[in-house]
């Protein structure tokens, strides 16, 4: 009866946050920041409390989350041209107070990657990534160029060229 009893008493999130969430979106983990508002976890995505506002990052663009001394750092990543993920500026949120957040974003970034495979290109190298998509069928890949690669005609031609073998070997396996 303890236990029930604790289950029914979970915080939860502000009003404000969960009148956010989209219809078939559910609260995984949250944490309040030391600036009054709250990262949210969920199972389609982070949302995040951007200084233009809060809005969600799905998960397969998060990029990279790190969390030391009460600060949670989140790099998010664009997709260009369905194919390149391109990162966005490191954000930061002074964590108050974290429950469950940091572990539960770790199990979520890392259950998304389904394989990784990196290649040398002139000038570089390029690392492929086979993600999931939250409520979608199989993974998707993308290329990240790693640092000091240039997004060269010769890199990208490469860059298209190793993706479309990914994505047909993936279709004959059916995955």
């Known amino acids: 009866m303890a236990l ?5 008493r979970r915080e939860k999130p ?6 956010t969430l989209d219809e078939d979106e ?36 998060v990029d ?12 998010e990543a664009d997709v260009v041209d369905d194919d390149l993920l391109v990162d966005r500026p490191t954000v930061y949120a002074t964590i108050t107070v974290p429950r469950d957040l940091p572990p539960t974003i770790r199990k979520r970034v890392e259950a998304n990657i389904v394989r990784t495979e ?7 190298a390029v690392r492929f990534v086979s993600r999931r ?10 290329a990240r160029l790693e ?9 990208l031609a490469a860059v298209r060229a190793r993706l479309a073998r990914l994505r047909e070997a993936d279709a004959e396996q059916g995955r």
């Open 118 to 124: 990196l290649l040398a290109v002139s000038g570089g």
């Open 133 to 142: 998509r939250p409520g979608q069928d199989g993974a998707f890949w993308f």
């Open 26 to 61: 559910r609260v995984l983990a949250w944490a309040d920041t030391d600036q009054g508002s709250v990262v949210v976890a969920t199972n389609v995505g982070l949302r995040w409390p951007f200084r233009d506002g809060p809005r969600r990052v799905p998960w397969q663009q």
């Open 64 to 75: 990279k989350v790190v969390w030391r001394d009460n600060v949670l750092a989140l790099t």
């Open 147 to 155: 640092p000091g690669t240039r997004a060269t005609d010769e890199v």
């Open 4 to 8: 029930l009893s604790r289950l029914s």
């Open 14 to 19: 502000p009003a404000s946050v969960l009148s």
